[in-house]
């Protein structure tokens, strides 16, 4: 018998060279899914943001048990209304009470805010309220239905350290007492003197700096002056260099104190920071998972000695690559991550198949890997992957010369070979059974649309849910705005959102959305010009001016330019209309992109939550194109091997290459059937590569071919499962991948039924 001990040093070698490179493993921050700089719907959100502020807000939900648009609760929303109009970083906060309510009076446009003064006695209270309420544009807009949930936003307000450093100073300076002291006077005349600077136009750079610049000097005479602004300026480069956290963080305390009501927080990038955590969570439990399932599948190869072995040598594959990915300075990120999956698929796959040499190894090896660099062009994260995954390969490569010789090593069952007859295969029963049952399960599964951030954050896998996916879940439920969308119209040049053209395109795309269940609700730059229309002219409602200069005349008599910009651009060269979802629409804003594709003078679909989408619908599509190929090749390799030994190991590989070309074009199709579901299209595919393969070996009796259907497609969908029901949380789909993975453990192992061959 070969010696295992050469096999095993060299492992261990490569284990111990590894490990010090775990101290250089470092995360990258980036996220699951991305789309590339130069893609057209992250320009468009990009261009959103930067003239409209977008979705770029944070966003304070304040609940209590009562009626919140009463005296008391009301109260309550401005106490959180004035602190976040005070929050440095901030600007632009809208609550219910605030918002202009259109009306005529005596011919005459007025524009008024009922609910401004909060001491108002019942009866008039009463009045203000049905008008904001009954009011087309802030119906549902700020308080929920029962009216126990009210929304208070605030746009953030991107600047540098320089420019919070001065609204800082600018603020302290606003407090009475803090301006007349000592410390007050001397700072004041600092920026008193770097105002009038600018103003005459005596400098090189904006007050901001010069504010800065002389503030600079100031602290260094030292005193206590020095230390207030030493603090003062480390707090705004903190709050500069995240400011969505800064912000939130800074608020969280303020807006606990207040009594009555809780006050929970939301914004796009605190939504982002959680789906990233859920979603490394998900992938962590998932390799352990695959970890624990491979010691219990493989334990039937050899007891407890071969889960021992399995265990072991899993987790030397995953620490030998983690550690040479900190070598190379390869950061971790979802894509690195794959590459670990990748390996450990690889070591289930050779355990299974036991190639007996080193040619058979390499060959087989080199096989599993192709899915992995199919379809996957360009540098960056994606070639991290290939570093990641050719690394896994050879850690896997030797972990399985070890396992051969660690385990004892089965003789494969030979079957005499007949001449191919797939119309012999396709008319067993168990075979068409199967194959129903599978497809009937996948497609109802299926999920071909995308993720609902909103539904993958509200049950977290463990501990408490934290203030963010609680915000998350309240609201989408009250809302439907924690997957929202806006539809852009950017017509690249001043004035183009005022002409009728615009204005006709951007109402005609919200028609087109009407009717879509993903969709809740609809607010418009184009709505708010039909309600200034009817409240003017007295048209009906739906009805849009015939001119541009018209719809100039109504925004002078209008006079309130910055309660617009969530809908227009300062400009007008670019208008907004406001798409909030149905609780669970959020999944489906991946195929909703594809009506309104990014474009000039035509709505487009954008928004944070929308380029998620779409770039998780594209990456899976890539995935999905290696993992067809993949589960293709594991099902050619494994039916092949049932009728041959161990030594024409060769012969299964020629065999499985018609196999692995259907399987790739079939992949290459399903970049375009989303609405097939991910899931059916990838069943179908072992469907018809089994169909091949079949036609390669002699039909075998209906209890064989049964339980091998029933172990070629059951385990990788069970896994599948698994993955789905990690991510999703969802009971009813581990339940279904549970019951999978019982009908494969009942089956016989392919090709390794036997005796252990003596020594």
């Given at each position: 018998?070969?010696?295992?001990?050469?096999?095993?040093?060299?492992?261990?070698?490569?284990?111990?060279?590894?490990?010090?490179?775990?101290?250089?493993?470092?995360?990258?921050?980036?996220?699951?899914?991305?789309?590339?700089?130069?893609?057209?719907?992250?320009?468009?959100?990009?261009?959103?943001r930067a003239a409209t502020g977008g979705d770029d807000l944070?966003?304070?939900?304040?609940?209590?048990?009562?009626?919140?648009?009463?005296?008391?609760?009301?109260?309550?929303?401005?106490?959180?209304?004035?602190?976040?109009?005070?929050?440095?970083?901030?600007?632009?906060?809208?609550?219910?009470?605030?918002?202009?309510?259109?009306?005529?009076?005596?011919?005459?446009?007025?524009?008024?805010?009922?609910?401004?003064?909060?001491?108002?006695?019942?009866?008039?209270?009463?009045?203000?309220?049905?008008?904001?309420?009954?009011?087309?544009?802030?119906?549902?807009?700020?308080?929920?239905?029962?009216?126990?949930?009210?929304?208070?936003?605030g746009w953030f307000q991107r600047l540098g350290s320089d420019?919070?450093?001065?609204?800082?100073?600018?603020?302290?300076?606003?407090?009475?007492?803090?301006?007349?002291?000592?410390?007050?006077?001397?700072?004041?005349?600092?920026?008193?003197?770097?105002?009038?600077?600018?103003?005459?136009?005596?400098?090189?750079?904006?007050?901001?700096?010069?504010?800065?610049?002389?503030?600079?000097?100031?602290?260094?005479?030292?005193?206590?002056?020095?230390?207030?602004?030493?603090?003062?300026?480390?707090?705004?480069?903190?709050?500069?260099?995240?400011?969505?956290?800064?912000?939130?963080?800074?608020?969280?305390?303020?807006l606990a104190a207040i009594p009555g009501v809780e006050v929970?927080?939301?914004?796009?990038?605190?939504?982002?920071?959680?789906?990233?955590?859920?979603?490394?969570?998900?992938?962590?439990?998932?390799?352990?998972?695959?970890?624990?399932?491979?010691?219990?599948?493989?334990?039937?190869?050899?007891?407890?000695?071969?889960?021992?072995?399995?265990?072991?040598?899993?987790?030397?594959?995953?620490?030998?690559?983690?550690?040479?990915?900190?070598?190379?300075?390869?950061?971790?990120?979802?894509?690195?991550?794959?590459?670990?999956?990748?390996?450990?698929?690889?070591?289930?796959?050779?355990?299974?198949?036991?190639?007996?040499?080193?040619?058979?190894?390499?060959?087989?090896?080199?096989?599993?890997?192709?899915?992995?660099?199919?379809?996957?062009?360009?540098?960056?994260?994606?070639?991290?992957?290939?570093?990641?995954?050719?690394?896994?390969?050879?850690?896997?490569?030797?972990?399985?010369?070890?396992?051969?010789?660690?385990?004892?090593?089965?003789?494969?069952?030979?079957?005499?070979?007949?001449?191919?007859?797939?119309?012999?295969?396709?008319?067993?029963?168990?075979?068409?059974?199967?194959?129903?049952?599978?497809?009937?399960?996948?497609?109802?599964?299926?999920?071909?649309?995308?993720?609902?951030?909103?539904?993958?954050?509200?049950?977290?896998?463990?501990?408490?849910?934290?203030?963010?996916?609680?915000?998350?879940?309240?609201?989408?439920?009250?809302?439907?705005?924690?997957?929202?969308?806006?539809?852009?119209?950017?017509?690249?040049?001043?004035?183009?959102?005022?002409?009728?053209?615009?204005?006709?395109?951007?109402?005609?795309?919200?028609?087109?959305?009407?009717?879509?269940?993903?969709?809740?609700?609809?607010?418009?730059?184009?709505?708010?010009?039909?309600?200034?229309?009817?409240?003017?002219?007295?048209?009906?409602?739906?009805?849009?001016?015939?001119?541009?200069?018209?719809?100039?005349?109504?925004?002078?008599?209008?006079?309130?330019?910055?309660?617009?910009?969530?809908?227009?651009?300062?400009?007008?060269?670019?208008?907004?209309?406001?798409?909030?979802?149905?609780?669970?629409?959020?999944?489906?804003?991946?195929?909703?992109?594809?009506?309104?594709?990014?474009?000039?003078?035509?709505?487009?679909?954008?928004?944070?939550?929308?380029?998620?989408?779409?770039?998780?619908?594209?990456?899976?599509?890539?995935?999905?194109?290696?993992?067809?190929?993949?589960?293709?090749?594991?099902?050619?390799?494994?039916?092949?091997?049932?009728?041959?030994?161990?030594?024409?190991?060769?012969?299964?590989?020629?065999?499985?290459?018609?196999?692995?070309?259907?399987?790739?074009?079939?992949?290459?199709?399903?970049?375009?059937?989303?609405?097939?579901?991910?899931?059916?299209?990838?069943?179908?595919?072992?469907?018809?590569?089994?169909?091949?393969?079949?036609?390669?070996?002699?039909?075998?009796?209906?209890?064989?071919?049964?339980?091998?259907?029933?172990?070629?497609?059951?385990?990788?969908?069970?896994?599948?499962?698994?993955?789905?029901?990690?991510?999703?949380?969802?009971?009813?789909?581990?339940?279904?991948?549970?019951?999978?993975?019982?009908?494969?453990?009942?089956?016989?192992?392919?090709?390794?039924?036997?005796?252990?061959?003596?020594?």
């Open positions: 018998m070969e010696s295992l001990w050469p096999r095993l040093c060299l492992l261990v070698l490569v284990l111990a060279a590894a490990v010090p490179g775990l101290r250089h493993l470092e995360e990258d921050g980036a996220r699951p899914f991305a789309l590339p700089a130069e893609d057209p719907l992250l320009l468009l959100t990009e261009r959103l944070l966003v304070a939900l304040v609940c209590g048990e009562g009626e919140l648009i009463g005296p008391n609760g009301l109260a309550a929303v401005d106490s959180v209304y004035q602190r976040m109009r005070l929050q440095i970083g901030l600007e632009r906060v809208q609550a219910v009470h605030v918002m202009p309510v259109l009306s005529m009076a005596d011919g005459v446009l007025s524009v008024s805010t009922p609910l401004a003064e909060l001491g108002l006695e019942n009866q008039a209270f009463a009045e203000a309220r049905q008008r904001v309420l009954r009011d087309p544009l802030l119906a549902g807009q700020f308080v929920a239905e029962d009216g126990r949930c009210a929304l208070v936003l420019e919070l450093f001065e609204r800082k100073v600018g603020q302290s300076l606003a407090d009475a007492e803090f301006r007349s002291s000592e410390v007050g006077q001397l700072i004041d005349r600092e920026v008193s003197g770097a105002r009038m600077a600018a103003a005459f136009g005596d400098l090189g750079h904006s007050a901001a700096e010069e504010v800065a610049l002389r503030l600079k000097v100031l602290q260094q005479r030292g005193g206590a002056v020095a230390q207030i602004l030493a603090d003062w300026r480390v707090e705004m480069e903190q709050l500069a260099a995240d400011l969505d956290a800064g912000v939130r963080a800074s608020l969280a305390a303020d929970l927080l939301y914004s796009a990038g605190a939504m982002e920071s959680a789906y990233d955590r859920a979603f490394k969570e998900g992938l962590g439990i998932l390799i352990v998972g695959l970890v624990l399932g491979l010691a219990l599948w493989v334990s039937r190869l050899g007891g407890a000695r071969a889960a021992a072995a399995s265990l072991l040598l899993s987790m030397v594959i995953l620490t030998s690559i983690l550690g040479c990915m900190g070598h190379l300075q390869v950061p971790l990120h979802p894509l690195s991550m794959a590459g670990l999956l990748s390996a450990l698929l690889w070591f289930v796959v050779l355990v299974l198949l036991r190639p007996q040499s080193w040619w058979n190894l390499v060959a087989l090896g080199a096989i599993l890997a192709a899915p992995v660099l199919v379809g996957l062009q360009g540098s960056g994260a994606v070639w991290d992957l290939r570093i990641t995954a050719a690394i896994g390969l050879v850690v896997v490569w030797l972990a399985v010369l070890v396992w051969n010789l660690v385990v004892p090593t089965v003789v494969p069952e030979r079957h005499s070979q007949g001449r191919p007859n797939v119309l012999k295969a396709l008319r067993s029963v168990p075979f068409a059974g199967v194959a129903l049952l599978i497809v009937s399960l996948t497609m109802l599964l299926a999920r071909p649309l995308g993720l609902d951030p909103a539904a993958l954050l509200s049950q977290p896998v463990w501990g408490d849910a934290t203030p963010t996916v609680r915000a998350t879940a309240l609201l989408d439920r009250q809302f439907g705005a924690a997957a929202g969308a806006f539809l852009v119209l950017d017509g690249r040049e001043p004035g183009a959102a005022a002409r009728p053209a615009e204005l006709g395109a951007l109402a005609a795309a919200q028609t087109r959305l009407q009717g879509h269940p993903a969709v809740r609700s609809q607010r418009s730059w184009s709505d708010f010009i039909a309600r200034l229309h009817a409240v003017v002219a007295g048209q009906p409602e739906q009805s849009l001016p015939e001119s541009a200069e018209l719809v100039e005349q109504y925004l002078l008599l209008f006079g309130e330019p910055e309660r617009l910009r969530p809908f227009v651009s300062e400009d007008r060269s670019l208008a907004v209309a406001l798409v909030r979802t149905a609780p669970g629409g959020g999944a489906e804003l991946g195929f909703l992109s594809e009506l309104f594709p990014p474009s000039i003078q035509q709505p487009g679909l954008a928004g944070q939550a929308v380029v998620m989408a779409v770039a998780e619908r594209r990456t899976v599509k890539v995935m999905l194109l290696g993992l067809a190929l993949s589960a293709l090749l594991l099902t050619g390799l494994l039916v092949t091997r049932r009728g041959v030994g161990a030594a024409q190991t060769s012969v299964q590989i020629r065999l499985t290459v018609p196999v692995a070309v259907a399987s790739l074009a079939l992949a290459v199709s399903a970049q375009s059937a989303g609405a097939l579901g991910s899931y059916g299209v990838l069943a179908g595919a072992w469907l018809l590569g089994i169909m091949g393969t079949c036609a390669w070996q002699e039909s075998a009796g209906a209890k064989d071919r049964f339980e091998e259907l029933a172990q070629l497609l059951l385990l990788p969908f069970s896994l599948l499962l698994v993955a789905e029901a990690t991510v999703f949380r969802s009971m009813g789909l581990a339940v279904v991948g549970a019951l999978c993975a019982g009908l494969v453990l009942r089956a016989p192992i392919m090709g390794q039924s036997g005796k252990p061959e003596a020594p």
